[in-house]
């Protein structure tokens, strides 16, 4: 599981590969299965093949007949991804992650064993953050965030149980912290996101932080530059310096300094905050070197 923090796919993202996935999902056959094959091996290969793709597909058409048999048994379905509330999750990071999950477990490629549940991977049951519920989009998050990490192999793990009587079900951990039994959605978030953000989370924030810090130094040197300008144009075209003019350009000032103290603010809540585990034990603090530059930044900003 460690593995997928680092996990990269050739193709994630890209127009071709999501329009060749639509296909996949419709079906394929004859001389239109062996180009996309071929298609898809110039994308996400080689290898693997155009052929080890063929045989691998054959796999998946499989295992998605079980997977609609158990499904009619158990009154249970996966959805199909509403792409037009999740325009960007098909083909992504997060959902072929989801995919790899399933394709070590069933041997076949992440690309077709993502399309065995397409939603796998976003925040929420399906299409919806709130079960049963079309007002609240589901969402997806950095795919190396460790939140976002737990809900690839919490969803996966409940995919291979409740569709293929296989593995632990969402309690993958086998914690005996866990409330709801293990056909539950419900269960295994508290267990599994505790373990992902022991695993990964401060590396997670230090990223974050280094990427909030670099973005922020950019701003400020954008706005000092602005501020300059911005004084400049208004003393050009002053005739004297009144006291109201010099209030002005003090304004001016003042306005962009409070910009920049709520952005590093900003950095401080979303980069530190949240880095409390959510364990019986919340007294892992964010690493020291994340909070020295937090520090940094603010002495930055104002000397």
Not at 102 to 128: M, Q, R, W, Y
Not at 216 to 231: Q, Y
Request: proline share 6%; with cysteine.
């Amino acid at each position: 599981m460690i593995a997928l923090k680092d996990v990269a796919f050739k193709g994630e993202g890209s127009p071709d590969l999501k329009a060749l996935m639509r296909e996949v999902v419709k079906g394929l056959s004859g001389q239109r299965r062996i180009e996309v094959m071929e298609e898809l091996s110039v994308i996400v290969g080689l290898p693997p093949t155009a052929e080890d793709l063929d045989r691998d597909y054959g796999r998946f058409l499989v295992v998605r007949k079980q997977q609609k048999v158990n499904g009619v048994t158990k009154d249970e379905d996966a959805p199909d991804l509403d792409e037009e509330r999740h325009a960007d999750f098909m083909a992504s990071r997060g959902q072929l992650m989801f995919g790899k999950v399933l394709g070590d477990a069933f041997g076949i490629h992440e690309v077709f064993a993502a399309l065995l549940s397409p939603t796998g991977g976003l925040v929420g049951p399906g299409n919806s953050f709130i079960p049963g519920s079309d007002l609240v989009d589901a969402f997806h998050l950095d795919p190396d965030n460790p939140v976002a990490l737990h809900g690839c192999v919490h969803d996966a793990a409940g995919y291979l149980h409740t569709f293929h009587d296989a593995g632990p079900g969402y309690n993958y951990l086998d914690s005996n912290l866990e409330l709801f039994p293990t056909d539950s959605p419900l269960s295994g978030q508290f267990s599994g996101i505790a373990y992902w953000v022991e695993k990964v989370g401060d590396d997670y924030v230090e990223r974050r932080v280094d990427a909030a810090v670099l973005a922020v130094e950019k701003g400020l040197e954008s706005a000092r530059n602005a501020v300059a300008d911005s004084i400049d144009g208004l003393l050009k075209g002053l005739r004297s310096k009144s006291k109201q003019a010099v209030e002005t350009v003090k304004g001016a000032i003042y306005g962009v300094a409070d910009a920049i103290q709520d952005a590093v603010g900003k950095v401080k809540e979303t980069a530190v905050e949240p880095h409390k585990p959510p364990t019986a034990d919340p007294s892992i603090p964010a690493s020291t070197e994340v909070k020295d530059k937090l520090e940094a930044l603010s002495k930055f900003l104002w000397s």
